[in-house]
């Protein structure tokens, strides 16, 4: 079995990585094959050795190994690196004597040659095995190791990748980019000047490194944007910031960034930087597109253009070529230019005089002292990024972007026409990396989407302003969303380097890989909202999404040598600093290549640019100069995707006309012996024959004057396939790339094309354009990503086009939709004269691209098809997707899922072919209707569905002179009007909305068959058919078209390949409509549910004159829960009413709040205030005046009991009302301690009444007004003095009196007593208060009088309010989540109703009693609702002016009412349960667990509860109103309680014995000892607070109770106490006698200092239940009672 294994891994050993080894590119050069166990992975090539990575992780070397002792003087066959085995490699580099590889855990290992420190192991001159090296970052606290990506090597030096993307060297030269003289670097260092940036791909040459670097920064990066330069010390940065937008730049430029070396002193540098250097033979001219520009910068700024237009003047009016060399020249830029006004720089005149001194400097004197003098670069400086994460679960909201006027044609961010170098217009798509403000636009644009993962990819292009409907209609997965969560701390060690020059007018010397600074939203805000909404990724989430849809917005970084100019920077300077090569920097680069002395550079549109030395035709080109990048010449279809570069030759490798693919070869002819020609080589591009037959080639490496091709044979066609997909993919993108930059572009920068097109069309023509530019964008992600798939995993699973479908499926999808409404307003008709003026009249360009053959087609079908062609796109993403499938097997997980990504494209392939034929259809109905007045009709968006013009459908009683045609889009049906005459001329016409029609047949006598209704918000009406077919068609046509325009069909129809369709759409539906005809809701709009043409359920009701009402609705009537909003112009505030509706109007419970000021909060009946409800009154209702009256209302008006709180008087009123009035019995109180209570009428005191002050003074007699006396009556004083007699005047001034003065002198206090007596006599009843309370109480219950219904409707009722109620509470927009857990759990179990058959048994007392708890606890079930209430208005009574003495026996009486009226309502809800003071028994397993709650029956001696109201709800009720009546309570004992107190106080000086002495206990009670934690201590003479210690305690107690039943308890707890204490002593069989026990007892109460025991005694007696007071609890509290008599009556002067 091994041998067959292992000869089964051979064979497929020799069919993928299959490893070709040749030199030279004659026609005889035969590629040699290497032959190893396993599939070669990856090689490397050094000048004359090679390193390979097989599968599973093994290294092989070959070639001259001189630092292996063995192998020094012989080239060997590859030879295993055994020291590597079982780590895992992979990757590995060869430099031109040494080798490295990465291993698995981020290690790298490397050996060979190190006389420079190449290899970072010191001490070696040579390393012959693999070794490790440690690269340590000691920035973190603590020190951590590297995880490493990547690596490269060069002749002398080495570099790495890390996980956090930064770069770090080592070895010896300029070339590591290190801020360092001494070499060699043994220690691998950071290069600095690259930190904070995203570096994707590393490269080194002989002696130069290369660097392709993300060009969107990392989040976080505002922090810094008004950082100093770390030498200069200058503000690197400058910001403005108006109204809308904010501006920044960093003009400021270092000239200290850079050492210059190798120039003659005195020279002159010829060449100018990269962005004056002439260009010549570039596939792309540098058109000179402002790369800072923003399109609504024109609207918000008028001076804009001139101020540009006079900086480029004086700009471009510098000679080419100037005499100066990169650093000289930017800052001579940045004097010469001049500055407007409205840019301010701090500082400003002392940075130009600097700069100018600097540059001057520069100019006249060599650059090699001023790089020893001055050059000291700053090992870490802070650049300025921008954030680009958009946190969506915030989404801000940001100003709106200004609309372009006529002059400003620009619609996409980088659709920007500027004024090129030679003042032409130029077109303004510009190559996709994005040239102005369009990464900070599409950051802007992301905040409206969900799942950035799912959405379009492109920074690019989107459309950033001109108020069309979709202003950032898809949401944009740019790079930013790849960042690594490691970032944020990369950003923090970023530098500022060289030739930073940021300015919107200049848009050359703009460096994409520092932030787009030029935004119209505040940088702040977006700092703020700068984490997507996912959150952080994690690390392998950013790789895998970079590895999908890479980004395309690179840059190449340069650093080192530069004699040959493989720098790319114009010049042969070296560089010690990375610099970024301009040039390349809107090139989508996706790959960097180093050869020795030359670099290559391959962009997305498989496009290879080459710089450096070309002595032997390296490069491909013979451009000159060869210092900056040039376009290798390939021929016509020619697709280059990868290649390597070796000494002094390049090998390219690329896509022909099939997609096996094919290589080339330019550089140096390598010579055999027997050959007499020398020095020959090709400086173009050749074909190497031999590439057809090695089998599919996947990656090409090069080095020395080797080259080695990796290749696989076409196992069951799975590899055949992957490279038509990359090459099919490829293509494609290369044809969108020239469609945009040879078609759009022109288009668009034209200035007759608005003129053509019209101001709506031109929006329509930019916003297809944008979704053109992102659908390019994204393709060009993934043409790229299927290169990286077919050279790594080749795991089918990790296809973006299936891993990421999401995206790909909606940016089709957003590209169909704007071509599909430009072509139904006509726009390729109207695109055809500015086209034919731009591309030619026979638009030779538009056939080439379309590479069709098709003769007599019209221009604008011409065009039609070119916008169409991407989408055709989809059909062969299905061809070869299924066509990959059938390489797996039908079970396995990868077949399937490649068959569901083919079903998804080809069902999307399906709809657009739909919509495609719909808007041709649309629009050749436009094109053919003549008549004008339905122009108006004509939408971008409307697609005709069908339309009545042979008289399929018309109107039933239509006259007979009349036309009707109807026409059905896919978002309304249109009824046309007019007369037969002009059949063409319609006099009216009705638009009715889909959304909110509902169609159904309908027949009668009078129509038969054939007729149909339709109903819409506002009218009916019915249209009859020709025939039934016709009827059956229009049904089926409108109930289509109205459920997709209510999105239903959206999934289920369109993308649905079954036909599964819904008949008929749904009859309730959410929509919008806005009522035209006459009545209430005229010119109101309407947004929410519907049934059947009438609003029914929630939705919003606005109407024009600022009235909302928002809450639900049932038959077009607000109905339920709702909040409505009316504006009152006298006070400019809203009046605003929020609670229940009926029938259109406001009923039932609902809050008012007043535009006065004024809140009511109750019943409403009838749009007007009825029932129980509360009106507050504050300053704005009135300001000398602030009242709350709580109480009855009937038909808006106050009647029946109420309490009126005049805040401002300090009066209250409690009585009753009438038509707003005073009117009959009530009481008034007064905050100066007044007392009345009488008759009043019309709002007076007029009527026989009782006035008592504070002092006792009483009056009882008659009154005429408000404290007015007024006829006969009797005056009491305190001292028991009296008047009787008649009375005229007012209280408190003058009084006339005419009757008898009585002066007793006997019986004074029997007289006293009297006057409290006569208290209440003219009261309001406590049985008469808040009636309309509990009415509306029993209502809820579903009873119209107390006690009349049915109970299991009650119950229904209840479950109904409380399941309502809890929706409301969940979905409330004003207060959401206002239910906590606990609550809703509450709320549950209320939904569980206490069941018993029969007699209420104890079980079913005891949950009957913890249901009545918890319903108490939840103001939403019915009884919470009316304790709640209880407890407002008993607190509006007794509280503040409220809380008088007089007022004690009314708030007693009233909780008595209470708990009379609530047990009624408990007992029609339970009605087992047995009237007041009934008993229940106990059962036989069960006992009584609580002694007050239970009792015995006296008569049966029966254990069991007695049930009464007190028991049952006093413990719910009285916690809630303890405060209030406990202060009237001791109002009233006031007198008593001083006396009592003051005793107290005296008594409790005494120690313990001598105060027990005083009290007459029996000595044989005394304690002889107590226990003092856990220690036995004699009582001492001096002892005090120690006996009786434990009862003491716990009747202090009584004071934390409520209820008098838990004021017993304490009671009897405190007698077990003493017991206990006393049994120690005396034995357990002592039985006690009332005159040993009292005093005893007041000892402990005397003790205790309860401070108003008086208080607590008069409560406990008033309401305890009356079944206790005559057995044990009862003598207990008679015993307290005495006890509290009997200490005020003490006589304490012997002490």
């Known amino acids: ?557 340069s650093w080192g040598r530069g004699q040959e100019g493989q720098l790319g920077h114009g010049d042969i300077l070296p560089r010690l600093q990375p610099l970024c090569i301009k040039s390349l920097s809107k090139k989508e680069v996706v790959k960097i290549i180093a050869g020795s002395n030359h670099s290559l550079a391959i962009t997305a549109q498989c496009q290879v640019y080459s710089w450096g030395s070309n002595k032997f035709g390296q490069l491909g080109h013979m451009n000159s100069p060869s210092t900056v990048p040039h376009l290798v010449k390939m021929s016509d279809g020619i697709r280059v995707w990868d290649a390597a570069g070796g000494q002094t030759h390049t090998v390219l490798l690329a896509d022909g006309d099939c997609f096996q693919p094919i290589l080339y070869y330019t550089g140096e002819q390598i010579q055999t012996q027997n050959d007499s020609q020398a020095g020959t080589y090709t400086q173009t591009p050749a074909l190497l024959p031999f590439c057809m037959n090695i089998g599919y080639v996947s990656s090409v490496f090069a080095g020395g004057v080797s080259c080695v091709a990796l290749a696989d044979q076409n196992v069951m066609g799975f590899i055949a396939t992957l490279h038509e997909l990359a090459s099919a993919e490829r293509k494609f993108y290369c044809s969108l790339s020239k469609l945009k930059s040879q078609i759009l572009r022109p288009l668009l920068a034209q200035g007759s094309v608005r003129s053509y097109l019209g101001q709506t069309s031109m929006r329509l023509f930019q916003k297809m354009a944008g979704c053109f530019s992102r659908l390019c964008h994204l ?371 609902g809050t008012y709040w007043y535009a006065t000021g004024e809140v009511y909060e109750g019943s409403f009946q009838d749009n007007q205030r009825h029932g129980h409800g509360m009106l507050s009154s504050g300053r704005l209702a009135s300001p000398s005046s602030s009242s709350v009256f709580i109480g009855h209302w009937l038909h808006d008006k106050r009647n029946g009991y109420g309490v009126f709180d005049d805040i401002t008087k300090g009066e209250k009123y409690m009585g009753m009302w009438v038509e707003d009035q005073r009117q009959g019995s009530g009481v008034v109180v007064t905050q100066f301690g007044l007392y009345y209570e009488g008759a009043f009428s019309n709002n007076k005191m007029m009527g026989n009444g009782l006035l008592l002050c504070d002092d006792d003074t009483a009056f009882e007699g008659e009154f005429s007004e408000d404290w007015m006396l007024n006829g006969k009556g009797v005056l009491s004083m305190p001292n028991g003095d009296s008047f009787d007699g008649i009375f005229v005047g007012e209280w408190g001034s003058e009084l006339k009196v005419a009757g008898t003065f009585i002066k007793p002198c006997l019986y004074e206090s029997e007289k006293r007593e009297n006057i409290p007596s006569v208290v209440g006599r003219y009261v309001v009843p406590a049985e008469q208060k808040w009636k309309a309370v509990f009415k509306e109480c029993w209502s809820r219950l579903g009873c119209e009088t107390p006690g009349q219904g049915e109970n299991e409707r009650a119950w229904e009722n209840i479950a109904i309010i409380l399941t309502t109620s809890r929706r409301q509470q969940r979905e409330s927009v004003l207060s959401p989540g206002t239910l906590s857990r606990s609550q809703c759990k509450m709320l549950e179990s209320l939904e569980v109703i206490p069941q018993h058959i029969g007699p209420v048994t104890a079980e079913a007392y005891d949950s009957i009693r913890r249901y009545i708890i918890k319903s108490c606890d939840t103001p939403l079930h019915p009884l919470g609702w009316l304790l709640e209430t209880l407890v407002t208005v008993y607190r509006m009574t007794y509280v503040g002016v409220g809380s008088n003495r007089r007022l004690l026996q009314q708030a007693v009486q009233e909780i008595q009412s209470y708990l009379k009226r609530i047990f009624q309502l408990v007992r029609f809800l339970f009605p087992g349960l047995p009237e007041d003071g009934g008993f229940i028994s106990e059962s036989s397993g069960r006992r009584a667990s609580d002694s007050l709650c239970s009792s015995i029956n006296s008569d049966t001696a029966q254990l069991g509860w007695i049930v009464s109201s007190s028991s049952l709800l006093l413990p719910v009720l009285l916690p809630r109103l303890y405060p209030p009546l406990f202060m009237l309570y001791t109002l009233e004992r006031e007198r008593e309680e001083e006396v009592y107190w003051d005793c107290v106080l005296r008594l409790n000086k005494q120690p313990d014995l001598s105060l027990l002495t005083f009290l007459g206990v029996p000595q044989k009670f005394w304690p002889v000892s107590i226990s003092v934690l856990g220690e036995k201590k004699e009582v001492l003479p001096n002892t005090k607070d120690a006996c009786f210690a434990t009862a003491v305690e716990t009747l202090q107690q009584i004071s934390t109770t409520f209820t008098p039943a838990d004021k017993l308890q304490v009671i009897q707890l405190t007698f077990e106490d003493v017991t206990q204490d006393v049994q120690v002593v005396l034995g357990q069989d002592f039985l006690w006698c009332m005159d040993d026990l009292f005093p005893i007892f007041l000892y402990i109460v005397l003790r205790a200092r309860i401070r108003n025991l008086g208080s607590e005694v008069s409560l406990i007696e008033d309401l305890m239940d009356p079944a206790l007071q005559h057995g044990e609890l009862g003598l207990m509290f008679t015993t307290l009672k005495a006890c509290y008599y009997q200490i005020q009556n003490e006589k304490t002067t012997g002490f």
């Not at 295993?80 to 780590?87: A, D, I, T, Y």
């Not at 989404?395 to 200004?402: D, H, N, Q, V």
């Not at 932030?515 to 939203?521: A, C, D, G, I, S």
């Open 1 to 557: 079995m091994e041998g067959q294994k292992s000869a089964e891994e051979e064979e497929a050993s020799h069919k993928r990585g299959v490893l070709h080894k040749w030199q030279g590119y004659s026609c005889t050069v035969n590629p040699e094959k290497v032959l190893l166990p396993r599939p070669v992975l990856q090689a490397a090539l050094g000048i004359n050795h090679g390193v390979l990575l097989t599968d599973g992780g093994l290294v092989y070397s070959f070639g001259e190994l001189p630092w292996k002792q063995d192998l020094r003087s012989q080239a060997v066959e590859p030879v295993l690196e055994s020291s590597l085995n079982g780590q895992r490699v992979v990757h590995v580099s060869a430099g031109s004597f040494h080798c490295g590889a990465i291993t698995e855990d981020g290690g790298v290992h490397m050996w060979g040659e190190n006389s420079h420190g190449q290899c970072g192991v010191s001490g070696l001159n040579l390393v012959p095995n693999p070794t490790r090296v440690s690269i340590v970052d000691d920035e973190t606290g603590p020190p951590e190791l590297v995880w490493i990506l990547d690596v490269a090597c060069g002749a002398q030096h080495t570099l790495a990748l890390s996980g956090k993307h930064e770069v770090w060297a080592w070895g010896t030269g300029c070339q590591l980019g290190l801020v360092t003289n001494v070499f060699p670097v043994w220690k691998p260092q950071k290069v600095e000047h690259l930190s904070g940036r995203y570096v994707v791909q590393i490269a080194c040459g002989g002696f130069h490194s290369l660097a392709l670097v993300r060009s969107l920064p990392s989040p976080e990066s505002c922090q810094s944007c008004m950082d100093k330069c770390g030498q200069c010390q200058q503000l690197r940065y400058t910001m403005i910031d108006k109204d809308d937008h904010v501006i920044i730049s960093d003009n400021h430029y270092c000239p200290l960034g850079v050492e210059l070396t190798d120039v003659k002193q005195g020279q002159k540098s010829k060449q100018g930087s990269p962005a004056q250097t002439p260009k010549t033979d570039l596939s792309e001219p540098d058109l000179g597109f402002s790369e800072d520009f923003c399109p609504s910068q024109k609207a918000l700024d008028g001076s804009y253009q001139d101020d540009t237009g006079t900086k480029r003047e004086d700009f471009h009016s510098e000679p080419s070529s100037v005499s100066m060399t990169d650093s000289s020249e930017a800052a001579q830029q940045h004097l010469t230019r001049p500055r407007t006004k409205s840019f301010p720089y701090p500082n400003e005149q002392a940075l130009k005089d600097y700069l100018r001194r600097m540059s001057d400097q520069s100019a006249s004197e060599h650059f090699e002292a001023v790089s020893l003098a001055g050059s000291r670069p700053p090992s870490r400086q802070t650049s300025l990024k921008d954030p680009y994460r958009l946190d969506q679960s915030d989404k801000p909201t940001f100003p709106a972007l200004g609309t372009l006027d006529g002059s400003s044609s620009i619609e996409l961010s980088d659709f920007a026409p500027v004024t090129s170098p030679d003042s032409s217009p130029h077109s303004i798509l510009s190559s996709p990396v994005g040239h102005c403000a369009s990464p900070m636009v599409d950051s802007v644009c992301d905040y409206s989407h969900e799942d950035s993962d799912n959405k379009v990819v492109s920074p690019t292009d989107p459309l950033t302003s001109n108020g069309s409907e979709d202003t950032c209609d898809t949401g944009l997965v740019t790079a930013r969303n790849r960042l690594s969560p490691d970032e944020s701390l990369e950003t923090k060690n970023s530098a500022s380097l060289i030739d930073v020059r940021i300015d919107f007018t200049e848009e050359r010397s703009r460096r994409r890989s520092l932030p787009t600074l030029l935004t119209q939203v505040s940088p702040l805000v977006l700092h703020r909202a700068n984490y997507s909404k996912k959150g952080a990724s994690t690390t392998s989430d950013n790789s895998e999404k970079e590895n999908l849809l890479p980004s395309l917005f690179t840059e190449v970084w």
């Open 779 to 1149: 393709t060009g992600q993934h043409a790229t990503s299927l290169t990286h798939f077919l050279q790594h995993s080749r795991d089918v699973k990790t296809l973006a086009i299936l891993r990421k479908a999401a995206i790909f499926l909606e940016t089709y999808k957003d590209y169909s939709s704007p071509v599909g409404n430009f072509l139904v307003m006509g726009g390729f008709q109207a695109l055809v004269k500015p086209s034919q003026e731009c591309l030619g009249r026979k638009l030779e360009l538009v056939q080439k691209l379309l590479e069709r053959k098709e003769k007599n087609v019209s221009p604008s079908d011409l065009l039609l098809n070119l916008f169409y062609m991407p989408l055709q796109h989809l059909h062969d993403y299905g061809r070869l997707l299924l066509k990959l499938a059938t390489c797996f097997d039908v079970t396995s997980v990868e077949y399937q899922r490649i068959q569901d990504g083919c079903l998804q494209y080809e069902v999307l392939a399906h709809l657009l072919s739909k919509q495609r034929k719909e808007a041709e259809s649309t629009h050749a109905f436009w094109k053919n209707f003549s008549g004008k007045s339905l122009e108006s009709l004509r939408k971008p968006s409307r697609r005709l569905v069908c339309e009545s013009g042979n008289k399929g459908l018309t109107l039933q009683n239509a006259g007979r002179f009349s036309v009707n045609w109807f026409i059905l889009f896919n978002d309304a049906l249109v009824h046309a009007q007019g007369t037969i005459p002009s059949k063409k001329f319609f006099s009216s016409h009705f638009v009715y909305s889909l959304a909110t029609l509902w169609v159904e047949p309908f027949s009668d006598e009078n129509i038969g068959l054939l007729g149909l209704k339709l109903t819409t918000p506002e009218e009916s009406f019915m249209v009859l058919a020709s025939s039934p077919e016709e009827k059956g068609k229009w049904l089926r046509a409108i109930n289509q078209a109205v459920d997709d325009a209510l999105g239903i069909g959206l999934d289920g129809g369109d993308m649905s390949l079954s036909g599964n369709q819904r008949v008929e759409p749904p009859i309730s539906r959410t929509a919008t409509h806005t009522f035209t005809k006459e009545g209430r809701l005229k010119d109101a709009a309407y947004s929410g549910r519907w049934v059947s043409g009438k609003p029914h359920g929630k939705g919003t009701l606005k109407w024009p004159d600022g009235r909302v009402y928002c809450g639900t609705f049932k038959n077009g009537l607000e109905d339920g829960f709702g909040d409505y909003m009316m504006p009152n112009k006298t006070f400019n505030k809203y009046d605003r009413y929020k609670g229940h509706w009926k029938e259109g109007k406001m009923n039932g419970f």
